[in-house]
C-alpha cells in the first residue's frame, strides 16, 4: 500500500449530534501522526466540486459541544454514476489526498465502499446516526443525543396531557427502525410503542385502549416510530378519535428537532474514541471498513457487512414496555 501522507474527512447524510466531535477527533489524530488534514466540505458533492481546505488544530477547537457539522453535508446524485466518482477523485488527486474517512451511514459507506474499490483508495468510515440502525455497532454518533432529546421532549408532553386527560400520539423519527421509539417510550413510561420492527401492534394498542385499566389514567402517551405498520402518527390519531370517542386525542411530531442540540457526554466520548480509531485503522492500513463500538470495545466491520445486514432490535424491550405500563 502507497504510504498516506494526507486524510481528507467528510460528513454524509443527515447531520447528527457529535458529528464535529468525530472531525475534531480525526483531524487532531492525523495531525498526531504526521499527517496533514483535510476537510471536504458538503460530503460528496463538495469533493466532486472541490470545496476542500487544509484543516489545522485550530480550526477544530471550540466544536467538540456544537451539534451539526461545520463540514456540512448535502445530497449528491451524482456520485451515484461512475463519472461524478471520477470527478470526485481527480480534486483528490489535485489535493494530494490519498485516504479518508467518512462520517454517517449506509447510503455513505455505500457510496464509500464503491469509491474505495474503483479507485484503490483506503477509506474507514465512522457510523453517524440519530436511528442508530448500523449493524456491528452497539451505538451510532447522535442517538444518544437524539434518545435525550425524545425523553425531554416527551416529559413535558405528558405534562400537558396530565393536565388535560388528554391522549397524544408522539411521532419520533425512525423510517426503517424503531430504537429511538422502543428506548424512548420505556423511559418515558409510554403506554404503547409504534416501530417498524414489530407486528400486531394495531391489536395491542386497541386492547389498551380497550382495557379498562387504562381509564383511570389521567394521561397516554403513545410513541410512534415514523416507519410503522400502522401508519403515521396523524393518520393512527384519526382512526384512534373516531374508534374511541371517549379519549381526547393530540398528536405531536418532533422532526427534527431530535437532530438538533448539543451533544451528549456519551455522543462526545463516542465521537472522539471513534475518530482516534478511525484514523488508526488507516494507520494500520485498513480500508473499506467501519470502525464500531461492541461491548465498550473498538471493532472493525467490512462496509459491505454493515450494508448488507440491518441490527436486531431487542424484542424482550417490548415485552418490558408491556409489563410497565399497567
Known amino acids: 500500500m502507497a504510504r498516506i501522507n494526507k486524510i481528507g474527512v467528510l460528513t454524509s447524510g443527515g447531520d447528527a449530534p457529535g458529528m464535529n466531535a468525530a472531525v475534531r477527533a480525526v483531524v487532531r489524530a492525523t495531525i498526531f501522526y504526521g499527517w496533514e488534514a483535510y476537510g471536504i466540505y458538503r460530503g460528496y458533492k463538495g469533493m466532486i466540486e472541490g470545496d476542500i481546505r487544509k484543516l489545522e488544530s485550530k480550526d477544530v477547537g471550540n466544536i467538540i459541544q456544537r451539534g451539526g457539522t461545520i463540514l456540512k453535508s448535502a445530497r449528491c446524485p451524482e456520485f451515484r454514476t461512475k463519472e461524478g466518482r471520477a470527478k470526485a477523485y481527480e480534486n ?3 489535493h494530494g489526498i490519498d485516504a479518508l474517512v ?3 451511514g449506509d447510503g455513505t459507506f455505500t457510496g ?3 469509491f ?8 474507514v468510515g465512522i457510523p453517524g446516526t440519530i436511528d442508530n440502525d448500523m449493524f456491528g455497532t452497539d451505538f451510532t454518533i447522535g442517538y444518544d443525543t437524539a434518545l435525550n432529546t425524545v425523553v425531554q421532549t416527551v416529559d413535558r408532553i405528558k405534562d400537558t396531557a396530565s393536565s388535560h386527560d388528554r391522549l397524544f400520539f408522539v411521532e419520533v423519527m425512525g423510517r426503517g427502525a424503531g430504537f429511538l421509539a422502543l428506548t424512548g417510550g420505556i423511559a418515558t413510561g409510554a403506554e404503547a410503542i409504534l416501530i417498524p420492527e414489530a407486528e400486531g401492534q394495531e391489536e395491542k394498542l386497541n386492547k389498551y385502549l380497550n382495557d379498562e385499566r387504562a381509564e383511570p389514567k389521567d394521561s397516554h402517551i403513545i410513541l410512534v416510530a415514523e416507519g410503522n405498520t400502522v401508519g403515521g402518527a396523524e ?5 384512534v378519535a373516531k374508534e374511541f370517542p371517549k379519549y381526547d386525542v393530540r398528536v405531536n411530531i418532533l422532526g427534527h428537532m431530535q437532530r438538533g442540540g448539543a451533544p451528549s457526554a456519551f455522543d462526545r466520548f ?3 474514541r471513534m475518530g482516534v480509531a478511525a484514523v488508526e485503522a488507516l494507520k494500520d492500513n485498513q480500508r473499506s471498513i467501519m470502525v464500531g ?8 466491520v467490512p ?3 454493515t450494508i448488507a445486514h440491518s441490527p436486531e432490535l431487542n424484542k424482550t424491550l417490548l415485552d418490558i414496555n408491556d409489563i410497565l405500563n399497567l
Do not use: W
Request: aromatic share 8%.
Open 92 to 94: 483528490l488527486l489535485l
Open 102 to 104: 467518512v462520517i454517517g
Open 116 to 123: 474505495s474499490e474503483e479507485f484503490d483508495i483506503p477509506v
Open 235 to 239: 393518520e393512527i390519531a384519526k382512526r
Open 270 to 272: 463516542l465521537a472522539s
Open 293 to 300: 463500538f461492541k461491548n465498550h470495545q473498538i471493532v472493525h
Open 112 to 114: 464509500a465502499g464503491l
Open 303 to 305: 462496509f459491505n457487512k
